[in-house]
């Protein structure tokens, strides 16, 4: 079973330029979400998504973009990267609104320079 | 604002000993409380807990929740280097997943 698949694993992108996270799962979750983790700061929401066609603001959604056209995919899109959204991003995806766990990937370490 | 706080943020022990993870929280309607491990990668799901004063239990790891004074412990007996990990809490309320910062655990032999 695939779960959650997060490419690419790892990029560095220089300043100003943008790029697009991707983040599929096979599980029909219809719950998805995009977290960023710093060094010892936990895990903050970026943008998450309750069903296709639906995406909602989470706590620290500057400078980020997401889309939901299918179940399966929920990308996730940085525009003129700066060196603040260095972090490692983490999707996940959740069967239901409540008493279900998340399901993480294995996350993306971005490098702003 | 929802608001999760983990003690102690970091916490060294020795091979054998049992620790403690505490996880404080302050949410809307509440509805369940989950703990992760998280070692090099994805955080791996622990428990949920939604019911005062039941304890989950799973080989040496057990949790439990006090709705009454907000509160989860994770306990971790006759620890092993392999339970070396950052301990992430998360509560659910009206709004998505809200994380502590973890507790970073670090087992010696």
């Known amino acids: 079973n695939a779960g959650v698949t997060q490419t690419p694993k790892f990029r560095i992108l220089k300043i100003g330029q943008s790029m697009t996270l991707q983040c599929t799962q096979d599980m029909n979750h219809n719950y998805m979400y995009w977290y960023r983790q710093d060094p010892g700061m936990g895990l903050k929401l970026i943008y998450y998504?309750?069903?296709?066609?639906?995406?909602d603001k989470g706590e620290v959604p500057n400078g980020y973009n997401v889309s939901r056209s299918t179940t399966e995919d929920f990308p996730l899109r940085l525009e003129l990267a700066a060196p603040s959204q260095t972090s490692v991003y983490f999707c996940?995806?959740?069967?239901?609104?409540?008493?279900?766990?998340?399901?993480f990937g294995n996350g993306t370490r971005l490098t702003v320079t | 604002e929802d608001k999760v706080v983990q003690s102690p943020l970091s916490l060294v022990v020795h091979e054998g000993d049992t620790v403690t993870l505490n996880c404080s929280y302050e949410v809307t309607n509440f509805r369940s409380l989950l703990w992760y491990k998280q070692e090099k990668k994805a955080p791996t799901f622990l428990f949920m807990l939604?019911?005062?004063?039941i304890e989950k239990k799973s080989g040496r790891l057990s949790s439990i929740l006090d709705k009454k004074e907000l509160f989860s412990i994770l306990n971790i007996t006759a620890t092993q280097t392999g339970d070396s990990a950052v301990y992430l809490c998360?509560?659910?309320?009206?709004?998505?997943?809200?994380f502590g910062k973890g507790t970073r655990l670090s087992v010696i032999a």
């Open positions: 998360a509560v659910q309320g009206n709004t998505p997943l809200v």
């Open positions: 996940a995806s959740k069967k239901g609104p409540t008493h279900s766990p998340l399901h």
């Open positions: 998504s309750v069903g296709a066609g639906i995406t």
């Open positions: 939604t019911s005062s004063g």
